[in-house]
Each structure stands twice: as structure tokens, then as C-alpha cells.
């Protein structure tokens, strides 16, 4: 077994069955302890554990992202509840104005007439703005998020709200404030677009 002195640094040599006794160096001639095992430095070995391999993303798998589109008939609901009061309210004020009767009276006209063209232009207008999903692959996701900010731009659409991978893009005026919202969801290599199918067929454009 070898040991170094602890006073002058010389390296000794001794046999296993002298731990614990004491020997003279013969350096310095001073008496040290031979060091028994539980003595010796524990050597920590420091080992770096195997990287965790990262689960392959399939191209081909669904993206569970609970983005549900807008369906048709919600698209005409939606509509209908807007529109329908609204031109109620102004056909009862406008025969008012022309035939003189009291506001109140006319709403036995103007309630039915407003349901009819709400019920009529709620489902015209949901044939050209009801929601569909599309997923379109990235390289990028910073690029990606580039991008469709700039393509939504472009056809009058504007973030509303950004959290890590989930975007919410509103519309503008003059793109239709009854057309809804956009929400993205990345997922990998993949983004999941979920909106008016009349503006996403231009977005669809710009990813293939």
C-alpha cells in the first residue's frame, strides 16, 4: 500500500496489515500514521447520463390541437344573431319616419321582416366565411411565425394574442369583422391554421 508523509510529502510504501500503526519517516524522521482504506480519498467519477433521444415527430400523424372549425350552420348563427336586430331596428325606424306610426307599433312588421333577412343573409354569407383547418409543414418555427404575420397582414388580419405556439390573429374592418378570428397552433414541424376557409385558401397558397 502507498501513502505520501503528511509533513514532508514523501511517497512510502507499507504492508495492508500496518494501517492504523504508526512508522518513522525516514525524510523527515518524523512519526505519521499509516493510513488504513477508509483513509484514502473517496474518487468521485463524475459520468454525464446519455442524452434523452427526442421522439421523432410524424409527418403523417393528426395534430391534436382542439382547434374546432366553425361549422356552417354556426357560421349562419352567427350572422343571424347581428343582423337580424339590427335591421329590424332600422326598418321599424325608417317606415316609422315614412308613415308616421309610432315606433313601438311597427315591430309586429319589423321584428318578422328582420328575422327573414337575418335568417336569409346568415346563411348566404355562411357559404363564404365558415371556418375550415388546414396544416401546413415548417422548417422554422421563428420563419413561420415571420411569415404568417406578414400573410395575414396582407388580407387585413392583425394578432389579437400570442402565446408561445398558439396565435390568434382578428380581422379588420374592411376584411369583415363577422368572418372570425384565426388560431395557429405549432406542433413540430407542423402548424395546424384553423379559419374563414374564404381567406385560408390564400394562406394555403403561401405555405405549400
Known sequence: MKFNCINCGQ???????????????PVCSKDIKVPGPKDQPIRVRRTTPPPVPQQPFSETSPLNTGLQPRSFFGTASMIFGVTSPLFALGFDFLMS?????????MLTISIPTGFMFGLLFGLIMAAFLKADTITVNIRDRDDFVSRINVAMSQIGFYPETGSGNFLIFKPSFWAGL???RFSIVIQGSKATIVGPSKYLKNIQKRFV
Open 11 to 25: 511517497s512510502l510504501e507499507a504492508d495492508s496489515d500496518m494501517a492504523g500503526t504508526s512508522v518513522t519517516c
Open 178 to 180: 363577422m368572418s372570425g
Open 97 to 105: 319616419l315614412q308613415t308616421g306610426v309610432p315606433f313601438g307599433r
